[in-house]
């Protein structure tokens, strides 16, 4: 992974206050998900931060990276 990949995910700006079981379903009908690009990684490569813009504006996201 480097810093202007690609990566597509289902922000979880998009989940509001419903189970993760309704969340999936009303999310997948509704939103679906976005593809945006990696902007951060942490030095010690800890978690990275992706980008994407949207009709709305600007939403960014990090996630962990998993040890493989």
Same mark, same amino acid.
């Given at each position: 992974?480097?810093?202007?990949?690609?990566?597509?995910?289902?922000?979880?700006?998009?989940?509001?206050?419903?189970?993760?079981?309704? #969340?999936?379903?009303?999310?997948?009908?509704? $939103?679906?998900? %976005?593809?945006g690009?990696?902007?951060? @990684?942490h030095?010690?490569?800890? #978690?990275?931060?992706?980008?994407?813009?949207? $009709?709305?504006? %600007?939403?960014?996201?990090?996630?962990? @990276?998993?040890?493989?």
């Open positions: 992974m480097q810093i202007g990949d690609a990566y597509t995910w289902t922000p979880t700006a998009f989940e509001g206050n419903k189970s993760a079981q309704e #969340y999936s379903q009303q999310v997948r009908q509704r $939103a679906g998900r %976005v593809t690009r990696v902007v951060y @990684i030095p010690k490569r800890r #978690y990275f931060t992706v980008e994407a813009i949207l $009709a709305a504006g %600007v939403i960014r996201e990090s996630f962990k @990276i998993k040890v493989r």
